[in-house]
Protein backbone atom coordinates (compact mmCIF):
# COMPACT_ATOMS: atom_id res chain seq x y z
CA UNK A 1 0.00 0.00 0.00
CA UNK A 2 1.50 3.56 -1.09
CA UNK A 3 1.47 6.35 1.38
CA UNK A 4 1.22 10.25 -0.19
CA UNK A 5 2.56 12.25 2.60
CA UNK A 6 1.47 16.39 1.63
CA UNK A 7 3.71 19.04 2.67
CA UNK A 8 2.73 21.98 4.58
CA UNK A 9 3.28 23.87 1.34
CA UNK A 10 1.40 23.64 -2.07
CA UNK A 11 3.31 22.55 -5.02
CA UNK A 12 0.39 23.04 -7.12
CA UNK A 13 -0.61 27.00 -8.21
CA UNK A 14 -2.62 29.13 -6.31
CA UNK A 15 -5.50 30.64 -8.07
CA UNK A 16 -6.93 33.70 -6.81
CA UNK A 17 -9.09 34.63 -9.93
CA UNK A 18 -12.16 36.36 -9.82
CA UNK A 19 -13.80 36.82 -13.29
CA UNK A 20 -17.89 37.70 -12.79
CA UNK A 21 -19.70 36.98 -15.97
CA UNK A 22 -20.82 40.49 -17.55
CA UNK A 23 -24.04 39.81 -18.39
CA UNK A 24 -27.01 37.56 -16.93
CA UNK A 25 -28.03 34.48 -18.84
CA UNK A 26 -31.93 33.75 -18.38
CA UNK A 27 -32.81 30.86 -20.43
CA UNK A 28 -34.50 28.13 -18.87
CA UNK A 29 -35.51 24.55 -19.83
CA UNK A 30 -37.45 22.10 -18.83
CA UNK A 31 -35.94 18.73 -19.68
CA UNK A 32 -34.10 19.85 -23.07
CA UNK A 33 -37.06 22.25 -23.60
CA UNK A 34 -37.04 25.70 -24.13
CA UNK A 35 -39.52 27.85 -21.21
CA UNK A 36 -40.51 31.39 -20.19
CA UNK A 37 -39.25 32.55 -17.22
CA UNK A 38 -42.62 32.69 -15.74
CA UNK A 39 -43.38 29.03 -16.63
CA UNK A 40 -40.23 28.38 -14.73
CA UNK A 41 -41.34 30.26 -11.57
CA UNK A 42 -44.87 28.50 -12.62
CA UNK A 43 -42.97 25.52 -12.10
CA UNK A 44 -41.22 25.69 -8.58
CA UNK A 45 -44.85 26.95 -7.20
CA UNK A 46 -46.68 23.41 -8.40
CA UNK A 47 -44.32 21.57 -6.77
CA UNK A 48 -45.24 18.40 -4.74
CA UNK A 49 -43.32 17.35 -1.23
CA UNK A 50 -43.52 13.83 -0.12
CA UNK A 51 -42.47 12.42 3.72
CA UNK A 52 -40.87 9.25 4.09
CA UNK A 53 -39.91 7.81 7.78
CA UNK A 54 -37.58 5.46 8.76
CA UNK A 55 -34.81 5.91 10.78
CA UNK A 56 -34.53 6.32 14.51
CA UNK A 57 -32.12 9.14 14.27
CA UNK A 58 -31.32 12.16 12.44
CA UNK A 59 -30.76 11.69 8.61
CA UNK A 60 -27.02 12.48 7.78
CA UNK A 61 -26.68 11.37 4.55
CA UNK A 62 -29.16 10.37 0.97
CA UNK A 63 -27.82 9.63 -2.50
CA UNK A 64 -29.81 7.95 -5.75
CA UNK A 65 -28.54 5.02 -7.35
CA UNK A 66 -27.15 5.37 -11.03
CA UNK A 67 -30.76 4.96 -12.53
CA UNK A 68 -32.55 7.12 -10.40
CA UNK A 69 -34.98 4.38 -9.52
CA UNK A 70 -33.53 3.69 -5.31
CA UNK A 71 -32.85 6.11 -2.95
CA UNK A 72 -30.67 5.21 0.01
CA UNK A 73 -30.19 7.13 3.71
CA UNK A 74 -28.22 6.66 6.18
CA UNK A 75 -27.92 7.48 10.11
CA UNK A 76 -27.19 5.09 12.78
CA UNK A 77 -28.49 2.20 10.31
CA UNK A 78 -28.89 2.43 6.55
CA UNK A 79 -31.97 2.13 4.62
CA UNK A 80 -33.56 2.25 1.34
CA UNK A 81 -36.36 -0.27 0.71
CA UNK A 82 -35.00 -2.80 3.34
CA UNK A 83 -32.78 -2.03 6.54
CA UNK A 84 -28.65 -2.79 5.81
CA UNK A 85 -26.92 -4.35 8.59
CA UNK A 86 -23.42 -4.14 9.88
CA UNK A 87 -21.84 -0.86 10.84
CA UNK A 88 -21.77 -0.58 14.62
CA UNK A 89 -21.37 3.51 14.37
CA UNK A 90 -22.67 5.86 12.51
CA UNK A 91 -23.13 6.42 8.74
CA UNK A 92 -21.96 9.35 7.96
CA UNK A 93 -21.84 9.59 4.17
CA UNK A 94 -23.09 7.02 1.26
CA UNK A 95 -22.97 6.88 -2.59
CA UNK A 96 -23.65 4.41 -5.12
CA UNK A 97 -21.59 2.66 -7.65
CA UNK A 98 -22.31 4.99 -11.09
CA UNK A 99 -21.85 2.33 -13.14
CA UNK A 100 -23.46 -0.15 -11.07
CA UNK A 101 -27.50 0.45 -10.32
CA UNK A 102 -27.13 -2.10 -7.00
CA UNK A 103 -24.13 -1.66 -5.61
CA UNK A 104 -23.41 0.96 -3.03
CA UNK A 105 -20.48 2.02 -0.25
CA UNK A 106 -20.78 3.48 3.09
CA UNK A 107 -18.19 5.00 5.35
CA UNK A 108 -19.24 4.59 9.25
CA UNK A 109 -16.76 5.69 12.09
CA UNK A 110 -17.08 2.66 13.44
CA UNK A 111 -13.47 2.75 11.09
CA UNK A 112 -14.73 1.11 8.02
CA UNK A 113 -16.16 1.49 4.62
CA UNK A 114 -18.34 -1.28 3.21
CA UNK A 115 -19.92 -2.08 0.14
CA UNK A 116 -23.13 -3.61 -0.46
CA UNK A 117 -25.43 -5.43 -2.80
CA UNK A 118 -28.95 -4.06 -2.81
CA UNK A 119 -30.53 -7.16 -4.32
CA UNK A 120 -29.88 -9.65 -1.77
CA UNK A 121 -29.07 -6.48 0.79
CA UNK A 122 -26.12 -8.17 2.10
CA UNK A 123 -22.93 -6.02 2.46
CA UNK A 124 -19.98 -7.77 0.23
CA UNK A 125 -16.88 -6.35 1.24
CA UNK A 126 -15.60 -4.73 4.10
CA UNK A 127 -12.35 -2.47 4.07
CA UNK A 128 -10.82 -1.47 7.41
CA UNK A 129 -9.33 2.18 7.72
CA UNK A 130 -7.40 3.98 9.97
CA UNK A 131 -9.91 6.49 11.38
CA UNK A 132 -13.20 7.71 11.64
CA UNK A 133 -14.60 7.90 8.70
CA UNK A 134 -17.23 10.34 7.51
CA UNK A 135 -17.07 10.80 3.66
CA UNK A 136 -16.84 8.71 0.64
CA UNK A 137 -17.26 8.68 -3.13
CA UNK A 138 -17.25 6.54 -5.75
CA UNK A 139 -14.83 7.17 -8.62
CA UNK A 140 -17.21 7.72 -12.40
CA UNK A 141 -15.43 4.68 -13.47
CA UNK A 142 -16.10 2.27 -10.67
CA UNK A 143 -13.06 1.70 -10.09
CA UNK A 144 -11.93 3.28 -7.15
CA UNK A 145 -13.65 4.58 -3.86
CA UNK A 146 -12.09 7.05 -1.72
CA UNK A 147 -12.83 7.72 1.70
CA UNK A 148 -11.82 10.70 4.18
CA UNK A 149 -11.68 10.24 8.11
CA UNK A 150 -11.10 12.44 10.78
CA UNK A 151 -7.50 12.59 11.29
CA UNK A 152 -7.62 14.00 7.62
CA UNK A 153 -6.36 10.94 5.83
CA UNK A 154 -7.99 9.98 2.11
CA UNK A 155 -8.20 6.01 1.60
CA UNK A 156 -8.28 5.31 -1.84
CA UNK A 157 -10.13 1.66 -2.47
CA UNK A 158 -9.77 -0.88 -6.01
CA UNK A 159 -13.39 -2.23 -6.00
CA UNK A 160 -12.24 -5.36 -8.19
CA UNK A 161 -10.37 -6.87 -5.14
CA UNK A 162 -11.13 -4.20 -2.51
CA UNK A 163 -7.87 -3.01 -1.37
CA UNK A 164 -6.45 -0.05 0.01
CA UNK A 165 -4.10 0.75 -2.75
CA UNK A 166 -2.84 4.95 -1.79
CA UNK A 167 -3.41 6.73 1.11
CA UNK A 168 -3.09 10.67 1.42
CA UNK A 169 -2.30 12.18 4.68
CA UNK A 170 -2.94 16.20 4.61
CA UNK A 171 -2.08 18.70 7.32
CA UNK A 172 -4.81 20.76 7.35
CA UNK A 173 -8.46 19.85 7.94
CA UNK A 174 -9.78 18.05 5.08
CA UNK A 175 -13.83 17.69 4.35
CA UNK A 176 -15.62 16.50 1.59
CA UNK A 177 -14.13 15.25 -1.59
CA UNK A 178 -15.25 14.22 -5.20
CA UNK A 179 -13.79 13.13 -8.77
CA UNK A 180 -14.57 14.98 -12.20
CA UNK A 181 -16.65 12.97 -14.68
CA UNK A 182 -13.71 12.53 -16.81
CA UNK A 183 -12.02 10.27 -13.71
CA UNK A 184 -8.76 12.14 -14.15
CA UNK A 185 -8.96 14.88 -11.34
CA UNK A 186 -9.81 14.77 -7.35
CA UNK A 187 -11.05 17.65 -5.71
CA UNK A 188 -10.47 17.92 -1.77
CA UNK A 189 -12.16 20.89 0.62
CA UNK A 190 -10.47 22.05 3.42
CA UNK A 191 -10.34 23.81 6.67
CA UNK A 192 -8.39 26.62 4.83
CA UNK A 193 -11.31 27.69 2.56
CA UNK A 194 -9.79 25.89 -0.54
CA UNK A 195 -10.82 23.38 -2.73
CA UNK A 196 -7.44 21.48 -3.49
CA UNK A 197 -7.51 19.79 -7.59
CA UNK A 198 -5.09 17.07 -7.74
CA UNK A 199 -4.19 15.09 -10.96
CA UNK A 200 -5.98 11.78 -11.19
CA UNK A 201 -4.44 9.04 -10.07
CA UNK A 202 -0.93 10.40 -9.45
CA UNK A 203 -2.27 13.01 -6.47
CA UNK A 204 -0.06 15.24 -8.02
CA UNK A 205 -1.33 18.95 -6.69
CA UNK A 206 -2.12 20.90 -9.43
CA UNK A 207 -4.31 23.79 -8.13
CA UNK A 208 -5.23 25.18 -5.16
CA UNK A 209 -8.47 27.64 -5.74
CA UNK A 210 -9.09 29.98 -3.31
CA UNK A 211 -13.01 31.59 -2.92
CA UNK A 212 -13.53 31.42 0.72
CA UNK A 213 -12.71 33.49 3.78
CA UNK A 214 -13.57 29.95 6.18
CA UNK A 215 -13.22 26.11 5.82
CA UNK A 216 -14.81 24.54 2.49
CA UNK A 217 -17.58 21.62 3.32
CA UNK A 218 -19.10 20.15 0.34
CA UNK A 219 -18.35 19.72 -3.26
CA UNK A 220 -19.43 18.60 -6.53
CA UNK A 221 -18.58 18.44 -10.03
CA UNK A 222 -21.40 19.38 -12.27
CA UNK A 223 -23.29 16.77 -14.74
CA UNK A 224 -22.23 18.91 -17.68
CA UNK A 225 -19.05 19.04 -16.80
CA UNK A 226 -18.80 22.77 -16.85
CA UNK A 227 -18.67 23.97 -13.76
CA UNK A 228 -17.27 22.67 -9.83
CA UNK A 229 -19.38 23.59 -6.92
CA UNK A 230 -18.10 24.43 -3.25
CA UNK A 231 -20.13 24.95 -0.03
CA UNK A 232 -18.39 26.89 2.92
CA UNK A 233 -18.63 28.33 6.07
CA UNK A 234 -18.28 31.76 5.16
CA UNK A 235 -22.22 30.83 4.21
CA UNK A 236 -21.54 31.06 0.09
CA UNK A 237 -21.48 28.28 -2.73
CA UNK A 238 -18.84 29.20 -5.26
CA UNK A 239 -18.82 28.21 -9.07
CA UNK A 240 -15.82 26.92 -11.15
CA UNK A 241 -15.45 27.17 -14.69
CA UNK A 242 -13.69 23.52 -15.17
CA UNK A 243 -11.71 24.54 -17.86
CA UNK A 244 -10.22 27.32 -16.58
CA UNK A 245 -10.46 27.52 -13.10
CA UNK A 246 -11.80 30.93 -12.25
CA UNK A 247 -14.53 31.20 -9.99
CA UNK A 248 -17.38 33.01 -12.24
CA UNK A 249 -20.11 32.96 -9.64
CA UNK A 250 -21.00 33.18 -6.51
CA UNK A 251 -24.65 32.19 -4.27
CA UNK A 252 -25.21 33.76 -0.95
CA UNK A 253 -29.15 33.46 -0.22
CA UNK A 254 -27.64 31.19 3.08
CA UNK A 255 -26.48 32.91 5.97
CA UNK A 256 -25.13 30.46 7.66
CA UNK A 257 -22.17 27.80 7.17
CA UNK A 258 -23.02 25.71 3.78
CA UNK A 259 -23.27 21.73 4.52
CA UNK A 260 -24.14 20.34 1.50
CA UNK A 261 -25.53 20.79 -2.63
CA UNK A 262 -26.34 19.08 -5.70
CA UNK A 263 -26.38 20.08 -9.25
CA UNK A 264 -29.72 18.70 -11.25
CA UNK A 265 -29.27 16.23 -13.76
CA UNK A 266 -29.01 18.49 -16.24
CA UNK A 267 -26.74 21.18 -14.68
CA UNK A 268 -28.87 24.21 -14.61
CA UNK A 269 -30.04 24.03 -10.95
CA UNK A 270 -27.86 23.70 -8.13
CA UNK A 271 -29.63 23.35 -4.62
CA UNK A 272 -27.47 24.11 -1.09
CA UNK A 273 -28.64 23.89 2.31
CA UNK A 274 -27.54 24.79 5.97
CA UNK A 275 -28.54 25.85 9.10
CA UNK A 276 -31.00 28.60 7.12
CA UNK A 277 -34.39 27.28 7.57
CA UNK A 278 -34.98 26.82 3.85
CA UNK A 279 -32.89 25.26 1.23
CA UNK A 280 -31.89 27.38 -1.80
CA UNK A 281 -32.35 26.11 -5.05
CA UNK A 282 -30.44 28.49 -7.84
CA UNK A 283 -30.55 29.19 -11.90
CA UNK A 284 -26.78 27.91 -12.18
CA UNK A 285 -26.23 30.22 -15.61
CA UNK A 286 -27.72 33.48 -14.11
CA UNK A 287 -26.91 33.01 -10.32
CA UNK A 288 -30.84 33.72 -9.53
CA UNK A 289 -31.79 31.84 -6.60
CA UNK A 290 -35.70 30.71 -8.18
CA UNK A 291 -37.18 28.91 -4.96
CA UNK A 292 -36.86 28.23 -1.51
CA UNK A 293 -38.10 24.71 0.07
CA UNK A 294 -38.88 25.76 3.66
CA UNK A 295 -37.37 23.67 6.60
CA UNK A 296 -37.70 23.16 10.26
CA UNK A 297 -34.55 22.29 10.97
CA UNK A 298 -30.64 22.19 9.66
CA UNK A 299 -30.07 20.49 6.35
CA UNK A 300 -27.31 17.80 6.65
CA UNK A 301 -28.22 16.51 2.85
CA UNK A 302 -29.30 17.36 -0.70
CA UNK A 303 -29.18 14.71 -3.51
CA UNK A 304 -30.92 15.38 -6.95
CA UNK A 305 -32.33 12.66 -8.94
CA UNK A 306 -29.74 11.62 -12.16
CA UNK A 307 -32.57 11.49 -14.53
CA UNK A 308 -35.38 13.84 -13.44
CA UNK A 309 -36.10 17.02 -11.38
CA UNK A 310 -36.59 15.20 -7.82
CA UNK A 311 -34.64 16.74 -4.72
CA UNK A 312 -33.94 14.11 -1.72
CA UNK A 313 -33.27 15.90 1.69
CA UNK A 314 -32.88 15.08 5.01
CA UNK A 315 -31.58 16.88 8.30
CA UNK A 316 -31.79 17.46 12.47
CA UNK A 317 -35.79 17.81 11.96
CA UNK A 318 -37.32 16.65 15.74
CA UNK A 319 -41.17 15.37 16.79
CA UNK A 320 -42.93 16.93 19.56
CA UNK A 321 -41.78 14.45 21.72
CA UNK A 322 -37.92 15.96 21.63
CA UNK A 323 -36.64 13.01 19.52
CA UNK A 324 -35.21 13.10 16.20
CA UNK A 325 -37.73 12.25 13.52
CA UNK A 326 -35.40 10.28 11.02
CA UNK A 327 -36.92 11.32 8.18
CA UNK A 328 -36.69 12.46 4.54
CA UNK A 329 -38.39 14.47 1.92
CA UNK A 330 -38.52 14.52 -1.74
CA UNK A 331 -39.14 17.63 -3.56
CA UNK A 332 -40.60 17.14 -7.25
CA UNK A 333 -41.58 19.52 -9.99
CA UNK A 334 -43.27 19.15 -13.58
CA UNK A 335 -43.94 20.44 -17.05
CA UNK A 336 -45.23 24.15 -16.47
CA UNK A 337 -46.57 23.73 -19.60
CA UNK A 338 -49.30 21.07 -18.45
CA UNK A 339 -52.98 22.18 -17.11
CA UNK A 340 -52.88 21.83 -13.61
Excluded at 158 to 183: C, L, M, P
Excluded at 284 to 311: F, K, Q
Amino acid sequence: MAEVEEKLTDNGKIIYDWSPPTGILQNYYYNGSPITGDQMRSMFERHRLREYKGHKEKVHTVAWNCDGRRLASGSTDIRYSMELKGHTDSVDQLDWDPTHPDRLATASCDKTARIWDQRSGKCTAVVQTGGENINICWSPDGNHIAVGDKSDTISFIDTRNNQIIKTQKHSVEVNEIAWNNANDMFFVTTGQGTIRAYEYPSLKLIHSLRGHTANCYCVEADPTSRYLAAGSADALVSLWDMNTFTCIRSFSELTWPVRTLSFSYDGQFIASASEDNFIDISHVESGESVHNIACTAAMNTVAWHPRDYYLAFAGDEMGSDGKYLGNLRIFSIKDPRESV
